[in-house]
């Protein structure tokens, strides 16, 4: 195919140049009358605008912002303040005990302990609490006893928050999902698991007692 398309072009030519050999007439030349310059059209700007996000009636509103708890140092024992934050009381396991904030074993061989940056109590979020089952005072040994609905009670500046049990999971040491923060009203407590082991942690679910 592509042979005979380069051929064509010569093709032409030789016919052209065969009728002017045969002395066949040749038609006159006219040259074709000026024409006017053509003038190009002025560029038409367009100028767009646009609202910025935040004034935009159309969008949806941006989202609260959310908490943040603060990563856990490898080290247990890495250097932290003794904070006590109020009292953890669940009745169906009859514990009474005073609640701590911190990351580490500073405060949680001291208590429960609320992980820092995460929601607090009665707040917007995840609020999370880590305890022992099988060392110092063992708060934390019965949580796997609680059932839906049993409730579990913070007071924090002489404010109590009534929160509910929901479920209950266990989870690899590193998942440290369970202190994602959400717009919702929850809390967890966990500890390790089994009884004795660090192997898995142990984590009751709650939602805010509305």
């Not at 024409?35 to 910025?52: G, R």
């Not at 990351?103 to 302990?113: C, E, F």
């Not at 796997?144 to 479920?167: C, K, S």
Request: glycine content about 6%; hydrophobic content about 40%.
């Amino acid at each position: 195919m592509l042979s005979h398309v380069r051929h064509r072009p010569v093709l032409m030519v030789a016919l052209l140049s065969a009728a002017a050999a045969c002395g066949g007439p040749v038609a006159p030349t006219i040259a074709p009358a000026p024409q006017p310059p053509v003038t190009a059209p002025a560029p038409v700007t367009k100028i767009l605008t646009a609202t910025p996000p935040h004034l935009d009636p159309t969008l949806p509103p941006p989202g609260p912002a959310l908490p943040v708890p603060i990563p856990i140092p490898a080290d247990s024992y890495a250097p932290e303040p003794v904070v006590q934050l109020g009292t953890i009381d669940i009745p169906a396991i009859g514990l009474r005990h005073r609640m701590y904030q911190g990351v580490t074993l500073h405060n949680i061989d001291r208590g429960p302990s609320h992980w820092t940056g995460s929601a607090m109590p009665g707040e917007m979020g995840n609020t999370v609490i880590a305890g022992h089952r099988s060392t110092v005072t063992e708060p934390f040994r019965r949580i796997h006893q609680l059932v839906p609905g049993d409730a579990v009670i913070f007071t924090v500046n002489g404010t109590r928050w009534t929160y509910r049990v929901t479920e209950h999971l266990v989870v690899r040491p590193e998942d440290s999902w369970i202190a994602d923060q959400t717009t919702a009203f929850t809390a967890t407590l966990y500890a390790c698991h089994p009884i004795g082991s660090v192997a898995e942690r142990y984590v009751v679910r709650l939602v805010l007692d509305s």
